[in-house]
């Protein structure tokens, strides 16, 4: 019965490290449970992005309108900029 109890937690350990490595929850310690905070973490990176903002504010749901504001907003964050001495 002991044999098989163990057996049971080897498993039951493994499947949450699994778990646990599915959420990119890199920083846990070994021995640590899965709890509803890596189930929220690992539901969180499965839900795709539905909407994006631009810098004057109006949203952009299509797919086309979104790579526009990503593409535009990378473009002007690595422009360089002059700046006076």
């Known amino acids: 019965m002991q044999k098989a109890k163990a057996q049971v937690g080897a498993w039951y350990r ?24 890596f189930t929220k973490l690992r539901k969180s990176k499965e839900k795709p992005m539905t909407c994006l903002r631009d810098g004057a504010g109006a949203k952009h749901r299509l797919k086309e309108g979104m790579l526009e504001v990503v593409t535009a907003f990378y473009r002007e964050l690595y422009t360089a900029q002059l700046e006076d001495p």
């Open 14 to 37: 493994e499947e949450a490290r699994k778990k646990i490595f599915q959420a990119r929850a890199h920083w846990v310690a070994d021995r640590e449970e899965w709890s509803a905070y």
